[in-house]
């Protein structure tokens, strides 16, 4: 298992920024896609962006596009999403996880290795 670890949440003011780390020890991390996902409470987790293998490709889902970036680095093992702008529905606990299929895929069912998560709250 990869089992990456996810880092960086906190309580800000809507408009601030935050950067979300999602790192592994697992030197196999490299080779997968990366996605990041969200829950809210009383809500399905949900797609928030993912970052190919090569890191050539990124998706992102409509709420958060032109606000986050996904990034990765090698030498660290590392995925980040940069998260600017923030709004009140922003508000979640924050997820990565690793992808083994071939294609680049939106679903939750298609990751795993999931990380315990990291609790991102925005407030007014």
């Known amino acids: 298992q990869v089992q990456p670890v996810e880092s960086g949440g906190g309580l800000v003011q809507a408009g601030a920024s935050l950067r979300l780390s999602c790192t592994s020890s697992?030197?196999?991390?490299?080779?997968?896609?990366v996605g990041w996902f969200r829950q809210a409470p009383g809500k399905e987790r949900e797609f928030v962006a993912t970052?190919?293998?090569?890191?050539?490709?990124?998706e992102y889902a409509d709420s958060v596009k032109g606000r986050f970036t996904i990034s990765r680095d090698y030498a660290k093992s590392s995925v980040y999403l940069q998260m600017a702008n923030l709004e009140l529905d922003d508000t979640a606990v924050y997820y990565c996880?690793?992808?083994?299929?071939?294609?680049?895929?939106?679903?939750?069912?298609?990751?795993?290795?999931w990380g315990q998560g990291t609790q991102v709250t925005v407030f007014s």
């Open positions: 697992a030197r196999m991390f490299n080779r997968y896609h």
């Open positions: 970052v190919s293998h090569g890191g050539g490709i990124t």
């Open positions: 996880a690793i992808s083994r299929h071939y294609d680049l895929t939106y679903a939750v069912h298609d990751y795993e290795d």
